[in-house]
């Protein structure tokens, strides 16, 4: 267990915010949470193999039996969630006879998740049960029916339509006493100072799942082997680094680890969802918006997980992916990586042009590490192409960008004036003067122009919009006489994304410290005057709270660094992971619990302030 006697530990782990831990290998993404305010059921709540396009179970949970297998009564007001390592989340539970058990689940690199049991208490030997829920009808754009539940001897296969099967089994002796069509139930034993281990194993083939399995059974013990392979994972990245290691300093290091390990399990090759917890969802499918995936792509490469970065990009750069119009990248996929409405959050056609300047920036970023192009030139010309055509003759990009609402927003014009820059190097490395005079006079014209979405009158950087508001979740796109000023602290990842610093950003940056940070740390998202929007974009952000974070270490700014770090892990949630937002009334977390990007920009937030750190 870990526990931290820092001033961070004041805040009750109970008392943390709602939440779920994200688990999984690059193959598996399992979302997993014992906390009650997400659901009444328990442990797995989504399990996505392979991809996103179908989750299977949907709940997992032991409980402890007497002799005549009735559940032992438990003191649920006690139970304590936290995590065992920061790969793996853990369940205490008590009971009324002085016994407690502790459940903590993971996932071995042999693409399996184990979910184990131990106890203490003054019995000699515990009976328990294990009960698994499959999900028996998954209704997306294609239907998936549960076939059957067989039972093998020391397991079963479960089968269903699309072809993916599971064994679940046990790792030592056990009895499967009860199946209905989509619940199974395990009943089994152990002895004290011993544990239980349950073995999950997805894929295609029986043969070879049930290879796996008789493989896994012959291993002394599964957590000793996942534990040696994540802590080796971790190091092959760059982790944070302190002079001194205190209290203080392990816990930064503990949550880096959480968050750069949940970004990764959220990456099933090369698809990152928004959020894979149940907010953002089209079809009944976990969204894929270009945006956020290149955003964790780019933590990544700055913290040396290059095979976790090229699978996001190449995803990306792959030419079956759908283009709104040559170039350009629609702002939302389905997980089937198509280009379809209908879903919450953003529409899929609200223009997001900062993507490409994200894309430019990463694939030269790789480049500069690896030395591997991880597209062809045509495909980066393409995209940097689409940026100069769309300049309008203000000289600057009009489009939805971060916030998903029309309008001139400074992060976009300055993410892609410097991915143009970028770009401009790139051309001319593959002998293409032309195009490289042609992105560089861009990049030029959007800098000269970025001063006209310079509020004078409150000292910032603020979007340019005519009208503060949507219609039926459209932007209104149709110029008006009337510019509306609107603050909007996203205009930091312009900074982070490569454009320089400069008098007008400082500014900026005074004025998100004065105006929009909140409760000693936390930053605000964007001004509006539609109710709806207002109330969302005045509540507290991770990714813009961490945008600022980045940029307060780069700057020099220390002590104003480490107030946002500090408030994103005071917010995080019960699992130490990031949330979308809290609410700007302090009641509540939102539904994404965590958000991807938010754990990977508090990662990088954490990694940037440790290598500007005196």
């Keep these: ?67 005549f297998g009735i559940s032992l009564k438990q003191n649920k007001l006690r139970d304590t969630l936290l995590m065992k390592s920061f790969f793996s989340p853990q369940k205490i539970s008590f009971y009324s006879d002085g016994i407690s058990s502790s459940t903590n689940t993971f996932v071995h690199n042999s693409d399996a998740v184990i979910s184990r049991l131990t106890a203490d208490g003054e019995n000699n030997s515990y009976n328990y049960n294990f009960i698994i829920a499959f999900r028996k009808n998954i209704i997306n754009d294609k239907f998936t029916k549960l076939i059957s539940l067989e039972n093998k001897k020391d397991f079963v296969i479960v089968t269903f339509s699309n072809g993916v099967k599971f064994l679940v089994g046990s790792k030592s002796e056990s009895e499967i006493i009860a199946k209905s069509d989509s619940t199974l139930l395990i009943k089994g034993s152990f002895k004290t100072n011993s544990y239980t281990d349950i073995l999950i194993l997805p894929g295609i083939s029986e043969k070879e799942i049930v290879e796996r399995f008789q493989n896994l059974k012959k291993k002394k013990n599964l957590y000793s082997d996942a534990e040696k ?150 495909f980066i010309f393409e995209i940097a192409d689409f940026l100069v055509q769309s300049i309008d003759n203000t000289g600057l990009l009009y489009e939805g960008g971060i916030v998903e609402w029309t309008g001139y927003l400074p992060a976009t014009n300055m993410i892609c004036a410097a991915a143009l820059k970028t770009a401009s190097e790139i051309a001319y490395n593959f002998g293409d003067k032309q195009r490289a005079d042609s992105y560089l006079a861009a990049s030029k014209t959007i800098s000269d122009n970025l001063h006209k979405m310079y509020d004078v009158r409150r000292n910032t950087y603020a979007d340019v919009r005519f009208h503060g508001m949507k219609r039926d979740n459209f932007s209104i796109t149709e110029r008006s006489d009337s510019i509306l000023f609107l603050w909007d602290t996203s205009v930091m990842f312009g900074f982070i994304w490569g454009y320089e610093n400069h008098e007008k950003l400082e500014n900026t940056y005074k004025f998100i410290l004065a105006n929009n940070t909140k409760f000693n740390g936390g930053v605000q998202y964007f001004e509006a005057l539609d109710a709806g929007l207002s109330a969302y974009g005045n509540d507290l952000f991770f990714f813009t709270t961490a945008a600022s974070a980045q940029y307060a270490a780069k700057t020099g700014k220390i002590e104003k660094a480490k107030l946002h770090i500090d408030w994103m892990i005071r917010n995080a949630n019960i699992y130490g992971l990031m949330p979308e937002r809290i609410y700007l009334n302090q009641t509540d977390c939102s539904v994404a619990t965590p958000l991807s990007w938010c754990s990977a920009e508090f990662a990088a937030s954490l990694l940037v302030w440790s290598k500007n750190h005196k």
């Excluded at 526990?3 to 530990?9: I, V, Y």
């Excluded at 089209?282 to 095979?307: C, E, H, S, W």
């Excluded at 529409?347 to 990463?362: C, H, K």
């Design 1 to 67: 267990m870990i526990f931290f006697n820092t001033n961070f530990s004041q805040i009750n782990p109970l008392k943390k915010w709602k939440g779920n831990s994200i688990i999984g290998n690059g193959n598996i993404c399992v979302v997993y949470s014992d906390d009650s305010r997400i659901s009444q059921n328990n442990g797995i709540q989504q399990f996505y193999y392979k991809d996103y396009t179908t989750s299977y179970i949907a709940s997992t949970h032991f409980e402890l039996v007497d002799e």
């Design 229 to 378: 392979y994540w802590n080796n994972w971790i190091s092959t990245g760059e982790l944070p680094k302190f002079n001194e290691m205190n209290s203080e300093n392990k816990l930064y290091l503990e949550y880096f680890k959480r968050n750069i390990y949940a970004a990764k399990s959220s990456n099933l090759n090369g698809q990152v969802p928004a959020d894979m917890t149940g907010q953002f969802v089209t079809n009944n499918m976990p969204q894929l918006y270009p945006r956020d995936a290149m955003k964790v792509a780019r933590i990544f490469i700055l913290a040396g997980f290059y095979d976790e970065a090229e699978k996001i990009i190449r995803f990306w750069t792959h030419d079956s992916i759908p283009k709104k119009t040559l170039g350009e990248f629609f702002a939302r996929y389905d997980a089937n990586a198509k280009a379809v409405d209908g879903g919450t959050g953003a529409r899929f056609d609200e223009p997001e042009w900062d993507a490409n300047g994200y894309m430019i920036q990463l694939i030269n970023m790789f480049y500069q590490k690896k030395k591997i192009w991880l597209a062809d030139k045509n």
